[in-house]
DNA sequence: AAACTAAAGCTTTTT
DNA sequence: GCTTTAGTTT
């Protein structure tokens, strides 16, 4: 592709983005403005224009979704393929950085990745040990994790002791806890960061080595990165100072989780030097829908002053509605959505349905299924969160590493071996004494002279584990076919959960151990694809980064949205606008808001205000609907009684052969809706149409 | 060690 | 209300 093909479509902002190669950059991307399509053609502009090697570049995003998106634009618009490429997330590209150099910083290169549950697990034992609480693991975790997102390690912290929250029973907690995982040769997800940057940090030739490999570097989502997440990009950039970063000050939704938007105003003060432009052309909603959001977000003070503009018309109204309660809501945006559908123009996979809680998507659901309109939730638990699937890949980690005893507990009694609790903690008092892993301790335990009960018990774990372990280099499919077999979980697992464990093995075709491994502890995600021809339903966070012709916000009410745990503090309440704005603006051409008056939170029934961000969008683009004239129950045209139901092929005698996409009407009426590809969508009535169903 | 019952929680979420 | 966890029984 030349330089002329390459620029094409762009405009004058994204094409100057887009040629300022080197230097510091920070591209101020509003919502809708382009930003991936600017950051995958300066990809492209470097490698096929200025001849940089593709593997000097850089690309860091948050997500694995954003990740997959980004490698799978490049591939397309510099024709290579994106294996090898430094594209990637924080957590995937810092790994693979630490697989090479984490010996010089005391671990061994295969060092494990604990995951949430893991890291759970392992400070939950540590309170045993210590004899605290043991339910205080989950606030204990969080505080570690935010600790590590500003590189306060277990010393820093003991050595700032002066803070008002400091206390020693926590600092003893994190110290022990960063001990047990070198021990076990493991790393959690912020230490993959952190030690990262420790290891950028102390070795100075490291750094340099990497100073030459990389040549530029951008980072996508800038406003979600933590503080460790900068640090590390911008000691990477330290030599060159060729970085470029995208972020959006007004989408930043994450501060409950650590990100720092104040990073954008740092970022500046480390590069002064640096080229600041905004992409404020909005390439996807109408101007109602941009101007409604424009005015919600201009409440916020602090914000990079910016305005958003569109080439596209007024488009529809806003509509906002009320109703009595959560189920008329769920039920009239179930009744409108059909309604658009059976207009023609949309098809199911335009439409996403938001909230704010996860706990609002039971009632919409119901009213979705009810209505026969196909759904799906994004979000929720996801492939490698399941039960099955942790457990196999734990055996996967011990057979690789068995030195990793979080790991060996996991599985340790599943399938049941008759060794409970009480057996662990004998075999765990062991270890501790001798300084061995829990593995080696039960090796020490089969040959010493220990009770001869327990003995047997653990003899055949430690032999069925000898044996897979043997058998490591074997493909994967065969190791995975093995474990199961050998250690009797295809035997023991509930049948339901026997597909996922076959699904898992095909995907592990073609893959190593070690990648494998790796893949099912970084990718956690709610990564699966909208669309289709399925409704969306998913959070207002989980909707960041996508775009829909046809949005809904539903429980646009005070105490919803804003949440009341943000009501009382300022800046929570500004990170709950935000999240309105990034709802309200993924609406391309229909944008619906809804509330209702009653409530069912939890056990008990609330009367609900409507939101407060609803009265910030200026009256005159709404179209408000007070009374909304909607009986929860369903009048039967909803059930149409004839096997014509969506996805059936037909042939009609003129038309030839199409596929129904809806049916609807009384019993000795039945409509049904066929697209036909000659012809497009028709409305046909089954009593005349004479219509012929094909298998 | 497993199965049961009482009690406590409960915003958002990626890696 | 429902799901997770803690504590008790069998």
Known sequence: MDKHAMLNGLNPQQRDAVLYANGPLLILAGAGSGKTKVITHRFAYLTNILKVPATSILAMTFTNKAAMEMKERIERLIGKSHKGLWIG?????SSRLLRREIDRIGFSRDFVIYDEDDSYNLIRSILREFKMHEALYKGIASRITSLKASL?????????????????????????????????????????????????????????????????????EFQDTNIAQYRLASLLAGGHRNICVVG?????????????????????KDFPECRLIRLEQNYRSTQTILNG???????????????????????????????????????????????????????????????????????????????????RVIGGVSFYQ????????????????????????????????????????????????????????????????????LKEKIRDFVKTMEELIASKGIALPGLLWLILEKTGYLKWV?????????????????????GLIDTASLFTGTDEPHGGNSVSLMTLHSVKGLEFPVVFIAGVEDGLLP???????????????????????????????????????????????????????????????????????????????????????VRHPRWGIGVVRDSYGETDDIKVMVNFPSVGIKRLSLKFANLEMLQ
């Not at 997330?89 to 590209?93: D, E, G, V």
């Not at 959006?248 to 500046?268: H, S």
């Not at 745990?565 to 809804?594: Q, W």
């Open 563 to 649: 949440h009341f745990h943000a009501i009382k503090n300022p800046e929570e309440l500004y990170e709950e606008r935000r999240l309105f704005y990034v709802g309200i603006t993924r609406a391309k051409d229909i944008l619906v808001l809804s509330g209702a008056r009653k409530r069912r939170i939890y056990a008990s029934l609330q009367e609900q205000r409507s939101s407060r961000f609803l009265r910030e969008i200026p009256a005159e683009y709404c179209h408000y609907i007070e009374r909304v004239p909607v009986s929860t129950s369903l009048s039967k045209d909803f059930f149409p009684s004839s096997p014509f139901v969506a996805g059936v092929r």
């Open 89 to 93: 997330t924080f957590h995937a590209l």
């Open 248 to 268: 959006d000050d007004d989408q930043g939704i994450y501060k409950f989780r650590g990100a720092n938007v104040g990073n954008i105003l740092t970022f500046e």
């Open 293 to 375: 959001a424009s005015s919600v977000i201009a409440r916020n003070p602090d914000r990079k002053p910016k305005k958003l503009w569109t080439e596209r018309d007024k488009g529809e109204k806003i509509c906002c509605f009320i109703t009595d309660d959560e189920d008329e809501e769920a039920h009239y945006i179930a009744r409108s959505i059909r309604g658009l559908y059976l207009k023609g123009k949309y098809s199911y996979g335009d439409f996403a349905v938001l909230y704010r809680t996860n706990l609002q998507s039971r009632v919409l659901e119901e009213a979705l299924r009810v209505h026969g309109i196909p759904y």
């Open 152 to 220: 306060i390690g277990p010393r820093e912290f003991l050595e700032s002791e002066n803070g008002f929250d400091f206390d020693e029973k926590f600092a003893r907690v994190y110290m022990r806890y960063q001990d047990k995982l070198r021990e076990n040769n493991a790393l959690d997800f912020d230490d993959l960061i952190m030690h990262a940057v420790k290891l950028f940090e102390r070795y100075s030739d490291v750094l340099d080595k990497y100073h030459k490999e990389f040549s530029h570097i951008m980072i996508d």
């Open 386 to 453: 399941r039960r099955e699937i942790k457990d196999i890949v734990s055996y996967l980690k011990v057979i690789n590493n068995p030195k990793d005893s979080v790991s060996l507990k996991r599985i340790i009694n599943y399938p049941q071996r008759g060794i409970g609790d009480a057996t662990i903690g004998r075999i765990e008092d062991e270890a501790k004494k001798k300084d061995k892993s829990l593995f080696e301790t039960m090796k020490c335990i089969v040959s010493g002279n220990a009770h001869p009960k």
């Open 494 to 514: 509930e049948e339901e959960r026997v597909e996922n464990l076959m699904e898992f093995i095909n995907s592990s075709e073609g893959k190593d151990l070690q």
